[in-house]
């Protein structure tokens, strides 16, 4: 299969209902809250993506972008509202849900104490990759994260952008049509993430929807269409250049810096 290439052959019958793969609508929800406790993190959100999307979620920390994640996923119940993901409800069918999408949590979880290869077999099991598809999966999954003679090694010792690349790759083994990355480019160095955006559009160019979070203003530019969330509630929507077009009309500056006070400073006297 080509690289970035995502078939739906292991997915197209999940516990006797056909997963509609040329539905229009990958993830519909309506009203999805989620409480803890008298704590509001996901407040009533209506999101809709279309397949083969990159949809990008953005917020700064502690908006609510994992605990939405994680109910798409089918891994946290919703306290309220309704939907469905590759035309599962996610209230009634969270287990045929996690049968058709990948997911890279935002802590990468591989097992550092494994190799390469072992995470690869791991995952491939858990995922129940068919057998006599194993070794064409970790191939193609060792190309893909450009990891190929790091197989062997422990994957602790493993630089960031490369256990990025596993952690995607171990994600999406057993081939889903639905990924979803939850802040996949946090802590990588620039020139990786830019060459792992290059991966998400190849495989969105190849029909996988792609749903990821980021706190990165610059990747905005990445995705078809993007949603804005803030404490818990969705504060705008669109393409990038809607936008920036419609949201921004103001200048926007995104400052770096240790020094907060400095460019600050400079910036107010140049304008
Ligand atoms: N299990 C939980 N119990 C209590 N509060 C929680 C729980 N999970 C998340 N929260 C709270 O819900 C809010 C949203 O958390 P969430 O992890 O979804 O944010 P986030 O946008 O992913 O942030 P970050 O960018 O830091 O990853 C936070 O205030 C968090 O402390
Ligand atoms: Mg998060």
Request: glycine share 10%.
């Amino acid at each position: 299969m080509e690289r970035g290439a995502v078939s739906v052959e292991n997915n197209d019958n999940v516990g006797g209902k056909a997963f509609n793969v040329h539905a229009e609508v990958a993830v519909q929800v309506r009203g999805l809250r989620r409480t803890f406790g008298d704590f509001v993190a996901v407040d009533s959100i209506d999101l809709e993506v279309k397949k083969g999307e990159i949809f990008g979620f953005l917020g700064p920390n502690g908006a609510g972008k994992s605990t939405t994640i994680r109910m798409l996923c089918g891994l946290l119940m919703p306290t309220g509202g309704e939907g469905t993901v590759g035309g599962f409800d996610i209230v009634k069918e969270p287990e045929a849900i996690k049968k058709i999408v990948g997911y890279m949590s935002q802590k990468f979880s591989l097992y550092d104490t494994l190799t390469v290869e072992e995470n690869i077999n791991f995952f491939s099991g858990i995922y129940n990759v068919r057998k006599e598809k194993r070794q064409a999966r970790k191939e193609w999954t060792l190309d893909m994260a450009r990891i190929r003679e790091y197989r062997s090694v422990l994957t602790s010792t493993l630089a960031g952008g490369f256990k990025q690349r596993l952690a995607l790759g171990c994600a999406i083994l057993h081939e889903p049509p639905i990924i979803f990355l939850d802040e996949p480019t946090s802590g990588v160095d620039p020139i990786s993430r830019r060459n792992f955006w290059g991966l998400i559009r190849e495989m969105s160019d190849a029909g996988t929807t792609v749903f990821v979070t980021t706190h990165y203003m610059d990747e905005a530019d990445y995705c078809d269409r993007l949603a804005l969330i803030y404490r818990g509630a969705i504060i705008a929507e669109g393409t990038p250049s809607e936008l920036r077009n419609e949201q921004m009309k103001r200048d926007v500056v995104e400052l770096e810096t240790d020094h907060v006070s400095r460019p600050w400073k400079s910036y107010r006297y140049t304008t």
